[in-house]
């Protein structure tokens, strides 16, 4: 199951991108009111954080401008965007840059800058990286993560000297591949893990870690600064299968910006030379498909319709271009062409999902909706099904309502033999975790697992059951579901009030 991330947003920080008038508190509370959940605001440094809850479909948001976007959407108000400022060099330093999976990476660019002082980060920036909850390590470092947090793209600095001839290439594993990351881990890489190499061996793994030997250290004098785009799949994959996630790799996963990688770079380049010095050489910019943004049409009789509203055309359409979206009008309705970092929006009902959003969902008045109620008919396995529960419950058991997944492990905790029908279980093939690898073969873990949780939990006086289906390999494209009958009884036997103590 996808979960929602929560982001640490310094309130100082929004500022710097929308003239906010209003208090930290009236702040939090427009952007719940507009889908983005502020769980706490904690006053820190003289500041406040606002801690955002960001559903998986948003990635936008996943950045102190996307946060600043909403908030900007939200009270009609301009939208600001970081400012950068190079001193170029003439040329790229002559370093290549080769696509040799352009399905999987669509866009890489980079920007060799020379001549660095690696020490530790300013003040300015060391505090609004912490108060984002991320360690601060080196300048250069630091800075990636100061770009990642306020434009939501993931950057990586390489020593450059360390990089094996004046060129990388993205391509897959090869037979037998191998990487340290920088967390110190020697890692086995899946055969269609997506790779950054040099001219001789793997450097990182795309979108998701970058390579030990390739690090920035004390030592380092020039670096190579990647920004790209990986398909969300394929980061996604890799990632699982190595069991590795940063905050890189969850951007990624969802969806990056293909369109803003370059203002990205760009930032942290002019970051960097502010910072450490350097020479910034010329960029390099493999692109080899440019982004088509999709084109949804919406009616405006439709969206009232949906919404059961009366808004005007003209308000429509301002709040679209308000979301940075652009517009195209017509007679009866409007064509809309989200921009690259709303991977969301792809039919009608996204687009006025939107619409009802910022116009605010208080001011659409409620309606009981239209529907025709017939009276059903309950019969056959589900009138039997029905039927047991019943009188499992009349005799004092809690029904539980499970997953119908198990892990591999499961099968040995339990003993279950290798001879035993429950073995041929059936795999998933893109398990969330590796606890829900398996269909499951049995109701027993599952209820042992209810158990253990109202059992820590200090209930003494447990019964529950579960109906439901159990699945088996039968070697033919669906699995047989076999309907199975499952529980649980415990209760401590108590002493008669008698022979207790006074």
């Given amino acids: 199951m996808d979960i929602i991330h929560t982001m640490r947003v310094p309130f100082?920080?929004?500022?710097?991108?929308?003239?906010?008038?209003?208090?930290?508190?009236?702040?939090?509370?427009?952007?719940?009111m507009v889908g983005l959940e502020v769980e706490a605001v904690e006053k820190l440094d003289g500041d406040f954080v606002f801690e955002v809850n960001v559903t998986p479909n948003r990635p936008d948001c996943l950045?102190?401008?996307?946060?600043?976007?909403?908030?900007?959407?939200?009270?009609n108000l301009p939208l600001k965007h970081p400012e950068h400022d190079i001193k170029e060099e003439a040329s790229d330093d002559g370093f290549k840059i080769e696509i040799l999976a352009a399905n999987l990476c669509h866009r890489y660019a980079g920007r060799v800058i020379k001549g660095v002082k690696?020490?530790?980060?300013?003040d300015w920036l060391r505090n609004r990286i912490t108060k984002c909850g991320i360690r601060t390590i080196n300048n250069i470092v630091d800075i990636t993560n100061y770009v990642l947090m306020e434009s939501g793209h993931p950057l990586h600095a390489f020593d450059l000297t360390t990089l094996k001839g004046k060129s990388v290439k993205v391509a897959l594993a090869e037979e037998d591949c191998n990487i340290v990351t920088l967390d110190g881990i020697e890692r086995k890489l899946p055969p269609d893990a997506l790779l950054i190499w040099d001219a001789k061996n793997p450097v990182a793994i795309a979108g998701v870690m970058g390579g030990s030997e390739t690090e920035v250290s004390d030592f380092t004098h020039d670096v190579f600064l990647e920004s790209a785009y990986f398909e969300p799949t394929s980061v996604r994959k890799t990632s699982k299968a190595l069991g590795l996630k940063s905050e890189s790799s969850y951007r990624f996963e969802?969806?990056?910006?293909?369109?803003?990688?370059?203002?990205?770079?760009?930032?942290?380049?002019?970051?960097i030379q502010q910072v450490s010095g350097g020479m910034v050489y010329k960029k390099v910019d493999a692109y080899p498909e440019r982004?088509?943004?999709?084109?949804?049409?919406?009616?405006?009789?439709?969206?009232?319709?949906?919404?059961?509203?009366?808004?005007?055309?003209?308000?429509?359409?301002?709040?679209?271009?308000?979301?940075?979206?652009?517009?195209?009008?017509?007679?009866?309705?409007?064509?809309?062409?989200?921009?690259?970092?709303?991977?969301?929006?792809k039919t009608e009902a996204d687009v006025i999902e939107e619409i009802a959003r910022v116009y605010g969902y208080q001011k659409i008045r409620t309606t009981i909706p239209k529907a025709v109620i017939s009276g059903g008919n309950s019969g056959g396995k589900h009138a039997y099904a029905l039927r047991i529960k019943d009188i499992v419950r009349k005799a004092g058991f809690n029904e539980a309502i499970n997953y119908s997944f198990m892990a591999?492990?499961?099968?040995?905790?339990?003993?279950?033999?290798?001879?035993?029908?429950?073995?041929?279980?059936v795999s998933i093939k893109n398990p969330l975790k590796k606890e829900s690898s398996l269909l499951r073969t049995t109701l027993i873990p599952s209820l042992i697992e209810n158990f253990m949780r109202n059992f820590s939990r200090g209930v003494r006086d447990i019964r529950i059951f579960e109906l439901s289906g159990v699945f088996e390999d039968i070697g033919r494209p669906l699995p047989l579901e076999i309907m199975c009958l499952g529980g649980v009884y415990y209760r401590e036997k108590k002493p008669s009030l008698w022979k207790e103590e006074a």
Avoid at 303 to 329: A, F, H, S
């Fill in 63 to 75: 950045s102190i401008i996307g946060i600043a976007r909403e908030i900007a959407t939200a009270m």
């Fill in 12 to 32: 100082d920080w929004l500022k710097d991108f929308v003239d906010i008038t209003k208090s930290p508190e009236e702040a939090a509370d427009i952007l719940t």
């Fill in 408 to 425: 591999e492990t499961d099968l040995d905790i339990f003993d279950i033999t290798t001879e035993d029908r429950r073995r041929k279980a």
């Fill in 118 to 122: 690696i020490a530790q980060s300013p």
């Fill in 291 to 345: 982004f088509v943004p999709v084109t949804v049409d919406v009616r405006h009789d439709r969206v009232n319709k949906v919404l059961g509203t009366e808004i005007p055309d003209k308000e429509m359409v301002d709040i679209i271009k308000r979301l940075g979206i652009t517009v195209d009008l017509h007679k009866d309705y409007f064509t809309v062409k989200p921009p690259a970092f709303r991977h969301d929006l």
């Fill in 254 to 271: 969802r969806g990056a910006d293909i369109e803003a990688l370059s203002n990205a770079l760009d930032r942290a380049a002019s970051l």
